[in-house]
């Protein structure tokens, strides 16, 4: 199985993958392209760490979707890496119709709270201040609703008391780096 990561900061998450593939804990999964819509984002820098081929790709008009001539470039640059799964690790722009649909069952996402709760930007810092005890991280498939496609897998994160904004991210950090991979192994093996 072909797997393209699509990031946009600092790819622990891509890093993550890439570990567990090197240990052997990937399945039948192989990480071929990551690509990024940030020309600074550190996600490529694990391209030569990892011996994977890690490349900038234009997403302009837009600044927080991916429609037009940036999305017309996202999808060849997928199609020739000749994907079977498309990981979004950390991507944070929208995905419109010309995307998903070139790539229709085949999109995955990361969010690090438990959809369909606290759904948008800042998953983890909406949970922290609302209080909840429980809340963890959702891979699920990608649809044209944001944050709404079918849940794959999530785990939880509890909330204690002495948790800070600090703690409780780093924790759910830790979670996503153990499910993502998880998930990415399990869908190779059908
Ligand atoms: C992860 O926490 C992921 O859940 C989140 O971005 C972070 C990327 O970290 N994604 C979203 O919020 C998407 N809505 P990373 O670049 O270190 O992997």
Known sequence: MRVVLLGSGRGSNAAAILEAQHAGKLGRAKVVQILSDKPDAKILELGPR??????????????????????????????????????????????????????VGKIINLHPSLLPSFPGLDGIGQAFRRGVKITGCTVHGVTAEVDGGPII??????????????????????AEHALLPAVIARLSEG
Not at 53 to 76: N, Y
């Open 50 to 103: 990892f011996d994977v081929r890690a490349e900038f790709v234009d997403p302009a008009p837009f600044k927080t979707k991916l429609e037009g001539e940036g999305e017309t470039r996202f999808i060849a640059a997928v199609n020739a890496a000749q994907a079977d799964l498309v990981v979004l690790a950390g991507f944070m722009r929208v995905l419109k119709l010309g995307f998903l649909n070139a790539f």
């Open 153 to 174: 897998d999530q785990m939880a994160v509890s909330i204690e008391p002495t948790d800070t904004l600090e703690s409780l991210t780093e924790k759910i950090h830790a």
